[in-house]
């Protein structure tokens, strides 16, 4: 899952896509480097990032998805906003990835009501505090009985589980000891019938580990994405489609 951010303040792009024809030409690149989905976000939920209202939010992604809508790969809106998500699956989007796994109001039934995919990721507070005082007694237990939660939800608004992907969260309300048990623990949080997807693309724990700034941690990604693939996880969510396509290409090889 290739990453289309259309934000002024996304962590890592720093809003170099946010005219809708640079947006174009970033997703079109993508696709030519092996990309399965495209994700279109109009709102960054790393840490500490601003809330945007509604209307924000879909004047950057409608105009995108819209011209993506004729590509070969199915779109992914990542959002928490009803009114987005609607907008969006009209617009031509297949998935629905939200970071607040549907709870707000009329989401679960809205995602139902259509045959689109959903993506339900654990997440512990809100962008503003997540990264302050993050607690777990037992993370992988917290995190495993919260998607099941959030699959049983969906289950009983009628999303069957063939169109669910789960997602622990790498990064949202978690440090880097939580990061590492999750990621080390993706076969015991599988959900039967459900993708389990996967986002550590630059994040903060990759920098923690080694160092480098958000600019410079490919190398850190792409290990972190080929480990999480090996071990649990069907999607990753990345930056960097053709760097970790070669590095998956090359792993498969060497596997047989
Ligand atoms: C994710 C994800 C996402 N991550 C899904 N959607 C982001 N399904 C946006 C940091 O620690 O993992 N899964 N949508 C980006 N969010 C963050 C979080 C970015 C933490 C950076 C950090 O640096």
Redesign the pocket.
């Known amino acids: 899952m290739g990453i289309v951010n259309v934000t002024p303040d996304s ?1 890592s792009d720093g809003g170099r896509y946010l005219d809708l024809p640079a947006a174009v030409a970033h997703a079109q690149r993508l696709i030519e480097e092996g990309a399965d989905i495209l ?1 279109v ?1 109009g709102e960054s ?3 500490g990032a601003e809330s945007v209202d509604s209307e924000t939010e879909l004047s950057r992604v409608l105009p995108l998805i819209e011209s993506l809508a004729g590509c070969n790969i199915p779109i992914s809106v ?1 959002t928490s906003k009803p009114q987005v998500m609607r907008a969006a699956l009209a617009a031509g989007a297949s998935m629905i ?1 939200d ?1 607040n796994a549907l709870q707000a109001p009329t989401a679960l039934e809205l995602a139902a009501a259509g045959d689109a995919a959903v ?1 339900l ?1 654990h997440r512990q507070g809100d962008a503003a505090t997540m ?1 302050l005082a993050p607690y777990y007694d037992d993370v992988v237990g917290e995190v495993r009985q919260f998607l099941a939660q959030r699959v049983a939800a969906c289950e009983r608004a009628g999303i069957a589980r063939a169109r669910i992907a789960i ?1 622990p ?4 309300g978690k440090l880097l000891p939580h990061n590492l048990a999750l990621l080390r623990s993706l076969e015991a949080l599988r959900i039967d019938g459900t993708a389990t ?4 693309s ?4 990759l920098g923690q580990l080694t160092g480098s700034p958000v600019e410079a941690r490919l190398g850190g990604s792409v290990a972190a994405a080929c480990y999480a693939l090996a071990h649990g996880a069907q999607i990753a ?1 990345v930056h960097d489609v053709k760097a970790t396509r070669d590095a998956l290409t090359v792993l498969e090889a060497l596997n047989g």
């Open positions: 962590f994700d976000g939920t790393r840490p990542d990835n970071v993506c990721m990264q997602d969260g790498i990064g949202f997807l996967i986002g550590v630059r994040k903060a724990w969510r």
